[in-house]
């Protein structure tokens, strides 16, 4: 079964500053991994998908790496704003199929 | 308008009410799912569907049922709501099995 981590759980950082979040799963025969924003309360938004043929994906200030062997993959977010305060998701497919989804990193961005 | 719609946004019901919420989706996707979400336990999966004629559990599908209308519209229903299904709702598609998720605003559903 899968299982997905993500440290740290929760990080308090000063604007402008870059940051690192991690993610780790258990059964690295995976067809992709996606990365995930939510605000309180909301939805998830989509930031990024990488395959498994990929080793990173990048959309703007973010960019996601993925090592399938060691069952990790690490969002950078670079010059950190306080729009960017939201819960952080990865979430991985249990074999090959439905997503399973880390309990998430809750960033603030302190102006 | 939004990819995959969620309604109600917000709902409040009696303990032993059934309720139904409902998902649409303009996607064109085949694949759609339920999940919910709790503080400290994350997203967990409820159920899931390949196409119109498929239907499967997921890790939590105890109290819950599913109608999969047509390829855009996926309904959950809760039978005879509890308090512990008191949760934010989460209706998610996908194309494919190496594609990803697409999610709706969710519903905040409160069993009283």
């Known amino acids: 079964k899968q299982e997905v981590t993500q440290i740290p759980a929760a990080l308090s950082v000063p604007e402008g500053e870059n940051l690192v979040l991690n993610c780790s799963f258990t059964d690295s025969a995976i067809y992709n991994l996606q990365w995930f924003r939510q605000d309180p309360g909301k939805g998830l938004t989509s930031l990024l998908l990488?395959?498994?043929?990929?080793r990173e994906q990048t959309s703007g200030r973010l960019n996601a790496s993925l090592d399938k062997s060691s069952g990790r993959s690490t969002l950078y977010i670079a010059a950190s704003q306080p729009g960017d305060s939201a819960t952080y998701l990865c979430a991985v497919p249990s074999y090959g199929q439905n997503f399973v989804f880390g309990p998430g990193t809750r960033l603030s961005v302190l102006p | 308008d939004a990819d995959v719609t969620q309604t109600p946004r917000n709902r409040i019901t009696k303990t032993g009410k059934r309720i139904m919420l409902e998902c649409s989706q303009t996607k064109g996707h085949d694949r759609m799912y339920w999940y919910r979400q709790d503080p400290g336990l994350g997203l967990r999966l409820i159920y899931y569907s390949f196409d119109v004629k498929d239907i499967n559990k997921g890790e939590i599908s105890d109290g819950y049922s599913v109608s999969r209308q047509a390829q855009a519209k996926f309904s959950l229903s809760l039978e005879s709501a509890i308090p512990n299904q008191t949760a934010l709702y989460f209706c998610?598609?996908?194309?494919?099995?190496?594609?990803?998720?697409?999610f709706g605003s969710g519903t905040r559903l409160t069993v009283v």
């Open positions: 998610a598609t996908s194309a494919a099995a190496n594609y990803g998720y697409t």
């Open positions: 990488i395959q498994s043929s990929q």
